[in-house]
C-alpha cells in the first residue's frame, strides 16, 4: 500500500502520494479551502500511513484526524524536530522548538548534497539554517518574507497601490516597483551577506539551497552557488519517516 505524506505550510498544503518510493500522485492546496476539497484528486482507498509535517495550530491536527478518520484512512503521525536524525544534530538547546519544517528541508539537503550548506526557505517567513559537512546545525536566521513585507507597508502606508512588477535589480520609477523591488533587494542582500559571513567564519565554501514559494525569484538575484529545490521539506519527511515503517 502507499503513504501519503503532508507538509502544511502557512499559507498552503502540500501532499504526495509515495508507494515503494514512487511518486504516484501530488498536489497542492490553499490552506483556506478545506481538506475535503483539497484532497479531492486523491482517489486512493487504502493506506499504509500518513505522515505530516505541520506548522500550523492544534486546530488543524483535528480537522486532519477527522477526515482521515471519515475516510478509514490510519491515524496521521506528526512528526516534530529531535536532536539528532539522519546524520544532522538540531542546534537548538530545545530540540522540538525548531519548526518541524526547517528540521526536515535541513535533513533532505544534507543527504543530497556534500559540504558546508546554507538552507533558506522563502515563504511567509524567510528563514536561513546553516550545516556543516558533518550534519552539524550551526543555527540560523528568521526574517519577515516578501509577501509579508509587502503587506506590512500597505497596512501602514496609505496611498501605496501594489501592481503586477517582475524582480529587478534596478531603481522603481513608480511606487510599486519601487517597494517591490526594495523588499526583493533586501532579501537577496540579506541572504548573500550571511552567506558570506558564515563561510569567511569558517573558511570554507558554501552551497546555498533555496526552497519555498519565493525560490525562484529569490535566486535570480543572488551570486552563491545556488541550488533550487522544490519539494525539500517533503523530501525530509520521507527520510526521517523511513524508519516508522
Request: hydrophobic content about 40%.
Amino acid at each position: 500500500m502507499s503513504e501519503l505524506y503532508i507538509d502544511r505550510g502557512n499559507t498552503a498544503l502540500k501532499w504526495q502520494l509515495v508507494e515503494r518510493g514512487r511518486l504516484l500522485n501530488q498536489g497542492v492546496f490553499s490552506n483556506e479551502i478545506t481538506l475535503r476539497e483539497g484532497f479531492s484528486t486523491l482517489k486512493e482507498s487504502r493506506l499504509a500511513n500518513i505522515y505530516v509535517s505541520s506548522v500550523a495550530a492544534e486546530a488543524f491536527c483535528r480537522d486532519l484526524q477527522v477526515w482521515a478518520k471519515e475516510r478509514l484512512y490510519p491515524a496521521p503521525t506528526f512528526v516534530e524536530s529531535t536532536r539528532k536524525a539522519c546524520g544532522v544534530v538540531n542546534a537548538y538547546q530545545d530540540a522540538a522548538q525548531l519548526g518541524v519544517d526547517r528540521w526536515l528541508a535541513m535533513i533532505a539537503a544534507h543527504h543530497k548534497y556534500t559540504g558546508m550548506l546554507c538552507v533558506v526557505d522563502t515563504g511567509t517567513a524567510l528563514t536561513m539554517d546553516f550545516l556543516l559537512e558533518s550534519g552539524q546545525h550551526l543555527g540560523g536566521f528568521i526574517v519577515p518574507g516578501a509577501e509579508l513585507m509587502r503587506k506590512s507597508l500597505l497596512s501602514n502606508t496609505h496611498k501605496i497601490n501594489i501592481g503586477d512588477t517582475l524582480n529587478s535589480s534596478q531603481l522603481g520609477t513608480n511606487t510599486s516597483e519601487a517597494v517591490t523591488y526594495g523588499v526583493e533587494q533586501m532579501l537577496v542582500l540579506f541572504v548573500r551577506e550571511k552567506v558570506v559571513d558564515v563561510g569567511e567564519k569558517h573558511q570554507q565554501p558554501i552551497t546555498t539551497i533555496l526552497t519555498g514559494g519565493h525560490a525562484t525569484v529569490l535566486a535570480e538575484g543572488l551570486w552563491q552557488d545556488v541550488r533550487l529545490e522544490k519539494d525539500l521539506v517533503l523530501q525530509g519527511l520521507q527520510l526521517v519517516t523511513k524508519s516508522y515503517q
